[in-house]
């Protein structure tokens, strides 16, 4: 990095946070913050069971009124997400269930009062006749026959099966080592600190339904609102206020939106609903959970030869809109491969339907599970082969050289050198010192491992991979506008919605790179239909790639506008002239971007005759040179301590060496991933949503579902490699999500080889005491029988 | 959630609470920082017509020195003990005990009655007082009982409090220098509830020994013949399982070792935070 770039606001500058100060002091607004005048408040009845029949709802007579079922909701279609695929079974989600419920949780009658314990006391009245049907718990058994059927037109529990073979039995033919593994993974709730909530009214001025919504995508809501209340999009307003986090659990139409919505313009009245933590834990545990039979071939020398793998995700109950159901385990078919080159390739997957929430993509989405299947698995095969993990993956990682690479998947790796990051990482941990302390063995008898993980995450993928899905949502060119205010600041309007990524500040480096304006000076208005071009918002790593592409196309058009009426005034070429610093020098003299502004809009008899009439506000629409993604990637090692009386795990240092292309801003990426590694970090070791065979969650406050805490998450170390990628403007790659794909991969392999000499693998996510506990049991039975 | 609705009276003094419970409808519980009682009202889990609200009870938010031991009002918080706002008893233990109970913003609320009150087997003070030897003064009007913390507990979150009393204080016997004492408790994280833990005092000025094990899904047990468990005469094994026979086997070898861990503690003089 240069000096010069050291101290621009630019990009590659560390900008504090412009959004810093609402957030830090507590002034932010939140779903919760919005009181309208004669507000009502909404509780949900909720499905006590996870399978059932309803025979009757029953209002209370005294509230009749202030009750709502499906039947009250005319013309309410439910939320359908299809996907183009073949063989795609189509699911109906209804907006209030009133034949069947497919999972606990599943909202059935909406209930209004003055206030949220008012209504809650009138939906205790509800009575509620169901008939329990058996439930499909166990995703491995939801194909068995004789299972009950989720969905009683479908021929199996499945909402898609996919399959892929290249080149598998030719390249399996002398392979020296054949590895088979088993892994789970395990069902997640993604608790963002702000849950879901919706806040809708009539306005009769523009008369249009407004609604508030803590979403991630207000077009996508927008789309979905319109289809499922079957009115036009005019008539309907989505804004986005400050969301608390979202992860991928706010990238959803929910069913409590389309309620609201319909209750609103039905009654005249604001109506509100905010999701409490134990809707959110008992009715929305959504993501992560899979199941996967992997099969590595390889040579003698530790050369991968084929990978094999059956791969079963536990889809929930319907088809979430707009991702659908299938987006999981067909993700897992094509990114399995993961950063390595091999000859041989098959992959089947299914996609299963349960008696459980409908499955959202998380922060990540398949590659956590996929990232933990195959490096742990490549491990395992390390010691077949008695090479080192360090060894069998600089064998196969793709190299430099072949950049940009199509794996076996099809996937276009645009840039990077993977094996460098291998080595960094590896140089970063002082192996030696490690291994030498292993032998040595700790005081307190703890035992002491490490382990390696390496991904790449695909980012800012766009309509040639979207499209294939068939899915209600396919990106297509991402649009900003960028608009001059008279005194010289900038207004920048972004379809995108921010919601912990710092776009107000990124956005702003951007437009602050391309014109020179102070980002202090630079305003972000994002999270609103009525006041950003169309986009399907913020998720899978790419509003650094696609907002920032189209924000600086924009500018760049500003850009040759402004220059344009300064070369008039200055008397040069508009060619020569630079913006910086909030002016427009050219040679010879410069001008203020303000008086540029002053002059457009204020002062237009001094503008020149042949002057732009589109003025000083733009809208450009940007996609990447081939929309395939920008493919970050990194390298994680964790070094644990595994007592082996307790089952626990100490993380006792953990790095991380990655390439996110140019960074625009590099602390926020390192925040990014600081908060991306302490989900994995929860993946790997806390988070776990168990269900009873009958479909009941076990867990309903967070006394029982464990998130890390600020002890359980180390000092990380980051380190930053840059390669640009070709295809972005800057040459920045999505980066959102890598922090929480590999943490589970290199935890499990450093417990792995801290365990090494008591037999003892982990299979299964996550490595609770429990679990290692009973597997400390087995092997200890195993080597007694042995013995 | 949202609570269901109940009527709310702050008491003054712990005899004013006494009375207060007594006229209210049947249900009323005391509640002073509401670390427990108040997420149970917010599930509706606990659904009490009235609260008499004791954390601003005069007489039950000092600590009194009464030569053999203190008296610790029920109102004092986990963070006065932590923080020595008000006198430890111990030679730290108390402290010590305090700083790793949930996290500092319970501890701000979280008071020491509450919590006994509470009787959550998995509780902190539940097992280190009772190892400790500690009572509770229970007020009834203007009458005082005093019950061994040995006797306070019924069962799981169950305790012989009748509707209508108040755990007013606690009464701790002060410990010498000469005294030991360990503490082990195994958490899933930092601040969690306890999955399993155990206790060890050792006073021979008092001739006491004790060792308790806690965490047990029932009140804590005090263990038969410690004497012959800390010179290695009984396996571990066979006393966990003849203490509390109902664990599970994940729950039996987290019980051993946090036996084992608290007899090394007391036994070697290490610093009694030294543990998971």
Not at chain 1, 614 to 640: I, N, P, W
Not at chain 2, 47 to 74: H, N
Request: hydrophobic share 45%; aromatic share 6%.
């Amino acid at each position: 990095m240069s000096e010069a770039k050291a101290t621009s606001e630019g990009v590659g500058s560390s900008v504090l946070r412009l959004e810093d100060n609402r957030y830090l002091r507590g002034r932010g607004r939140f779903i919760a913050d919005i009181r309208l005048p004669a507000m009502l408040d909404v509780a949900f009845v909720r499905s006590p069971l996870a399978h059932a029949r309803i025979r009757s709802i029953g209002k209370p007579p005294a509230h009749e009124s202030s009750v709502f079922v499906m039947a009250d909701l005319e013309g309410v279609q439910g939320i359908r997400a299809d996907s183009g695929l073949p063989g795609f079974r189509s699911s109906v989600q209804p907006v209030l269930a009133s034949e069947k419920v497919r999972h606990v949780g599943e909202p059935l009658a909406a209930c209004i009062a003055e206030t949220r314990a008012e209504a809650e006391d009138i939906a205790e009245m509800v009575s509620l006749d169901l008939d329990e049907l058996p439930a499909v718990v166990e995703m491995t058994r939801a194909r068995d026959p004789g299972m009950p059927l989720v969905h009683e037109h479908w021929s199996e529990n499945v909402f898609l099966e996919t399959s892929v073979d290249t080149n598998f039995d030719a390249a399996v033919q002398g392979a020296a080592v054949v590895v088979k593994r088993t892994f789970r993974t395990a069902r997640q709730s993604m608790a963002p600190m702000e849950g879901r909530g919706v806040v809708a009214y009539w306005d009769n001025v523009a008369e249009q339904l407004v609604v508030y919504t803590s979403t991630q995508m207000p077009h996508i809501v927008r789309n979905g609102l319109a289809e499922c209340l079957g009115v036009d999009q005019g008539m309907i307003r989505v804004i986005a206020p400050d969301v608390g986090g979202g992860f991928g659990y706010k990238g959803i139409l929910l069913s409590e939106e389309v309620c609201l919505a319909y209750l609103a313009m039905k009654l005249k009245r604001p109506m509100r609903w905010i999701e409490d933590r134990r809707e959110h834990l008992t009715g929305n545990a959504n993501c992560r959970e899979h199941h996967y039979e992997i099969t590595g071939y390889a040579a003698a020398d530790g050369t991968l030869l084929a990978i094999d793998c059956d791969a079963i995700v536990d889809s929930g109950a319907y088809s979430a809109y707009p991702f659908s159901a299938c987006l999981e385990a067909a993700q897992v078919a094509s990114i399995l491969p993961g950063p390595y080159q091999f000859p041989g390739y098959r992959c089947r997957t299914w996609s299963v339907c349960t008696n459980k929430p409908p499955i959202l993509p998380f922060r990540g989405v398949a590659r956590t599970g996929v990232c933990f299947a195959l490096e742990v698995l490549l491990d395992a095969m390390a010691r077949e082969l008695k090479i080192s993990p360090h060894e069998i993956r600089r064998r196969n990682l793709v190299r430099p050289d072949q950049m940009p690479f199509v794996n076996i998947t099809k996937k276009i790796f645009d840039s990077g050198d993977y094996v460098e990051c291998l080595e960094r990482t590896v140089a970063a941990l002082d192996l030696p010192a490690i291994r030498a302390r292993q032998a040595a063995g700790e005081a307190d008898g703890r035992k002491i491992g490490v382990g390696l993980a390496i991904f790449c995450e695909q980012g800012a993928h766009g309509t040639s991979v979207y499209s294939g899905w068939g899915i209600p949502m396919v990106p297509g060119f991402e649009q900003a506008t960028a608009r001059l205010t008279p005194d010289g600041g900038l207004e920048l309007r972004v379809g995108v919605q921010s919601h912990g990524q710092s776009l107000e500040t990124t956005l702003a480096q951007i437009a602050n790179e391309v014109l020179g304006i102070a980002p202090q000076r630079i305003k972000v208005v994002h999270g609103d239909t009525a006041l950003t071009p169309y986009s399907t918002g913020t998720w899978g790593s790419r509003c650094a790639v696609m907002a920032g592409g189209a924000v600086a196309a924009a500018c760049d058009v500003l850009s040759s506008r402004l220059r344009k009426i300064a070369g008039h005034l200055l008397q040069v070429d508009p060619e020569t002239i630079v913006l910086a610093d909030g002016m427009a020098r050219g040679a010879g003299g410069e001008l203020s971007i303000r008086d540029i502004g002053n002059i457009w809009y204020r002062r237009p008899q001094d503008l020149p005759a042949d002057v732009d009439p589109a003025g000083l506000e733009v809208t450009q629409g940007y996609k990447t040179q081939r929309d395939t993604g920008t493919f970050s990637y990194a390298c994680h090692a964790a070094v644990v301590a595994v007592d082996p009386e307790l089952g626990s795990i100490e993380i006792l240092d953990y790095k991380i060496v990655e390439d996110g292309g140019v960074l625009i801003n590099p602390m926020v990426v390192d925040g990014q991933i600081y908060g991306g590694a302490a989900q994995g970090i929860g993946t790997a070791l806390f988070e776990e949503m168990r269900y009873d065979e009958s479909g009941q969650p076990m867990a309903a406050t967070f006394a029982d579902y464990h998130l890390p805490g600020a002890c359980e998450v180390p000092a990380i170390s980051i380190e930053h490699m840059e390669f640009p990628s070709p295809l972005s403007r800057f040459g920045q790659k999505g980066i959102g999500e890598g922090g929480a794909i590999g943490p589970p991969a290199a935890i499990a392999n450093a417990v792995n080889d801290a365990l090494t000499p008591l037999g003892v693998e982990v299979d299964t996510l996550p490595m609770t005491p429990g679990r290692l506990l009973a597997k400390f049991a087995l092997a200890r039975d195993k080597s007694e029988q042995l013995a | 959630m949202k609570p269901v609705r109940f009527e709310y009276a702050p008491a003054a003094t712990a005899a004013a609470a006494s009375v207060l419970l007594a006229r209210a409808a049947d249900g009323a519980k005391t509640i002073a920082g509401g670390q427990s009682l108040g997420p149970m009202l917010n599930l509706r889990l606990a659904r009490p017509p009235a609260l008499v609200d004791v954390s601003q009870a005069t007489d039950m938010r000092t600590a009194r020195d009464e030569g053999d031991a203190i008296l610790y009002g029920g109102a004092v918080t986990h963070a006065e003990i932590e923080d020595g706002d008000v006198p430890d008893a111990t030679p730290g233990w108390l402290a010590s005990a305090a700083r790793r109970i949930a996290y500092r913003a319970v501890r701000n609320r979280g008071t020491i009655a509450g919590s006994l009150a509470h009787a959550d087997p998995a509780a902190d003070w539940v097992n280190v007082l009772t190892a400790l030897g500690g009572h509770v003064v229970i007020a009834r009007g203007s009458t005082l009982r005093t019950v061994a913390l040995t006797d306070f507990f019924t069962g799981p979150f169950a305790t012989v409090l009748e509707h209508d009393e108040v755990v007013a204080g606690v009464r701790v016997l002060k410990r010498g220098a000469t005294a030991r004492w360990g503490y082990w408790k195994f958490c899933l994280k930092a601040g969690d509830f306890a999955k399993a833990s155990a206790a060890v005092l050792l006073d021979p000025d008092r001739k006491e020994t004790r060792i308790l094990l806690g965490a047990i899904e029932q009140p804590p047990v005090l263990l038969t013949d410690p004497s012959a468990i800390l010179e290695g005469r009984r396996s571990l094994a066979d006393v966990v399982r003849q203490a509390a026979p109902h664990l599970s086997d994940e729950s039996r070898t987290l019980h051993i070792a946090a036996l084992r861990r608290a007899i090394v503690l007391a036994t070697s003089g290490a610093m009694p935070e030294v543990g998971s």
